[in-house]
């Protein structure tokens, strides 16, 4: 028996539940606050899987900073309102259908990662520490890197030109 | 069933909801959101192989994915401000004409 399996199977619950509240929710505020739910749940299975770096940089990039930047924009526009999920005009159909492909898309997953290909022995990570993530950043994936913040100061410069007043 | 098993069914669970939610929800905010839970599944999924695996790997590449989402998400706010100033609205059936 995996001593992991009992907190997994409680994570996996609630971080379960807290998509379900993002997918049903009527208040942008609460969706967003459903979604840092789920993602601090996340950090804490990383843990559980044995990555504090990742477990880390998930809280403080995804459950910090993006989600702050997501309840600004929400609070800015004053957008929290949402109005109940209706078909668009004219495609009565649209609800059904993406229930279904979504119902299609879980069966497809399954099949490829569980009757596809089964799973094999599971074996220990040898080093994960923070320290053997950053030697393999700056050494065999120093390139990757650098086109990353490239990405992030372009991305920084579109967000800046993009919202200035005019 | 071992922990990588599980997180990898935790994962798939995780991307169809996301799905539906890009697909179910009309506000474009709910929308930036599902992708963001899509992603993170993705994520919970690289983490758990590298786990079986024993790589490293996995976990350099869920540090890419995270930086990719935040540029993502700046740029695409900063697009959803920008169209609320002008249509005054965040839902993307108002969005539907090609001309500005």
Known sequence: MNPDLPVLIVLGAVSVASALGLLLSRNAIYAALFLVLNFGVGAVIYLVLNAPFIAVVQVSVYAGAIMVLFLF????????????????????????????????????????????????????????????????????????????????????????VLTRNR | ??????????????????????????????????????LNAANLAFVAFAHRWAQLDGQIFVFFVMAVAAAEVAVGL???????????????DDLAALKG
């Open chain 2, 78 to 92: 900063a697009l959803i401000v920008t169209i609320f100033r002008t249509k005054r609205s965040t839902n993307v």
């Open chain 1, 73 to 160: 924009v929400i609070m800015l526009l004053g957008a929290e309102r949402l109005s109940p999920g209706e078909n668009p005009p004219g495609m009565s159909f649209q609800r059904p259908l993406a229930i279904a492909l979504g119902g299609v898309l879980l069966g497809l997953a399954l099949y490829v990662l569980f009757v596809r290909q089964p799973p094999t022995t599971a074996t220990a990570l040898a080093d994960s520490s923070p320290m053997a993530v950053g030697l393999s950043l700056f050494g065999p994936y120093l390139f990757p890197f650098e086109v990353v913040s490239i990405l992030l100061l372009v991305a920084m410069v579109g967000a800046v």
């Open chain 2, 1 to 38: 069933m071992d922990s990588t098993t599980f997180v990898a069914f935790l994962s798939s669970i995780l991307f169809t909801i996301g799905a539906l939610g890009v697909l179910l929800r009309r506000s474009a905010l709910l929308i930036f959101m599902s992708v963001e839970l899509m």
